[in-house]
């Protein structure tokens, strides 16, 4: 799959990963459709960025509804749909029990929201992308309608310390990766999925020295934390590698988390 002259559509665009992805696409030439519930942020860098990035709106990847009406914003817009990124998400912390009464304990409300936006979300829009993608004519030779590419995180197997809800939802993601790969290859859509490990979001950001040398401590090399455009430039390679499809990749300095 080119980049170049194609549509794509990063959803948790307006920030963090997400920015960084519609920035290297756009960059390469791609046209990109920004998805975020940060509607004013995805207007400001659609139009930072030029015509070839679009702001579809205020988007809540857990209705179905808006993530319709989005779509087809995007569709007349560009028309077909080449691929879809899948960033957007929330990172919730919370241990399920404590000594003693606390309030700062993992709920079922707390757990619901983590798992209906990271995996829900994500299932909701790979749905109906795909749905799209799949009555689409052919990209290539290979028959190749489209690309999906989820985001889960190296949670869903180093789990660390009140990450229960949080790795759960990434373990869906990442599970769903074979199975959704299976469902699609017969209509020629590829489906990945990435597992970064700790990098550099507004969330880090906010961190002193000493939390931020606490938390890349397992890093065995580099010794830092991820940068977005390392993660974009991994989009782009799986985009444009046409044997890449029911994987998950870890891109994390070979770093295993801890405990805390």
Same mark, same amino acid.
């Given at each position: 799959?080119?980049?170049?002259?194609?549509?794509?559509?990063?959803?948790?665009?307006?920030?963090?990963?997400? =920015?960084?992805?519609?920035?290297?696409?756009?960059?390469?030439?791609?046209?990109?459709?920004?998805?975020? &519930?940060?509607?004013?942020? +995805? =207007?400001?860098?659609?139009?930072?960025?030029?015509?070839?990035?679009?702001?579809?709106?205020?988007?809540?990847?857990?209705?179905?509804?808006?993530?319709?009406?989005?779509?087809?914003?995007?569709?007349?817009?560009? !028309?077909?749909?080449?691929?879809?990124?899948?960033?957007?998400?929330?990172?919730?912390?919370?241990?399920?029990?404590?000594?003693?009464?606390?309030? %700062?304990?993992?709920?079922?409300?707390?757990?619901?929201?983590?798992?209906? *936006?990271? &995996?829900? !979300?994500?299932?909701? *829009?790979?749905?109906? *992308? +795909?749905?799209?993608?799949?009555?689409?004519?052919?990209?290539?030779?290979?028959? =190749?309608?489209?690309?999906?590419?989820?985001? $889960?995180?190296?949670?869903?197997?180093?789990?660390?310390? !009140?990450?229960?809800?949080?790795?759960?939802?990434?373990?869906?993601?990442?599970?769903?990766?074979?199975?959704?790969?299976?469902? &699609?290859?017969?209509?020629?859509?590829?489906?990945?999925?990435? $597992?970064?490990?700790?990098? =550099?979001?507004?969330?880090?950001?906010?961190?002193?020295?000493?939390?931020?040398?606490?938390?890349?401590?397992?890093?065995?090399?580099?010794?830092?934390?991820?940068?977005?455009?390392?993660?974009?430039?991994? *989009?782009? %390679?799986?985009?444009?590698?046409?044997?890449?499809? !029911?994987?998950?990749?870890?891109?994390?300095?070979?770093?295993? &988390?801890?405990?805390?």
């Amino acid at each position: 799959m080119q980049i170049k002259e194609n549509t794509f559509i990063v959803t948790g665009g307006a920030s963090g990963l997400g =920015e960084a992805t519609v920035r290297d696409l756009i960059a390469r030439g791609a046209n990109v459709a920004i998805f975020d &519930l940060n509607d004013e942020g +995805a =207007e400001e860098l659609a139009k930072e960025l030029g015509t070839n990035a679009f702001a579809a709106g205020k988007v809540d990847v857990t209705s179905e509804e808006a993530v319709r009406v989005a779509l087809e914003k995007t569709v007349a817009k560009f !028309g077909r749909i080449a691929g879809v990124i899948n960033c957007g998400g929330v990172a919730t912390a919370a241990k399920i029990a404590r000594r003693g009464k606390s309030s %700062h304990t993992m709920t079922v409300d707390l757990f619901d929201f983590t798992v209906r *936006v990271n &995996l829900v !979300g994500t299932f909701n *829009v790979c749905r109906q *992308v +795909a749905q799209i993608m799949a009555n689409q004519d052919p990209f290539n030779e290979d028959g =190749e309608r489209g690309v999906i590419i989820n985001t $889960a995180s190296v949670a869903y197997q180093d789990g660390q310390t !009140g990450q229960v809800a949080y790795s759960a939802s990434k373990g869906g993601v990442a599970s769903m990766t074979l199975p959704m790969a299976r469902d &699609l290859g017969p209509v020629g859509v590829r489906v990945m999925t990435i $597992a970064p490990g700790i990098f =550099e979001t507004n969330m880090t950001a906010m961190m002193n020295e000493k939390a931020k040398k606490m938390i890349i401590k397992d890093a065995i090399f580099p010794e830092r934390m991820g940068r977005a455009p390392e993660y974009a430039s991994l *989009v782009c %390679h799986i985009i444009e590698n046409g044997m890449l499809s !029911g994987e998950v990749i870890r891109i994390d300095g070979a770093s295993r &988390l801890g405990k805390l």
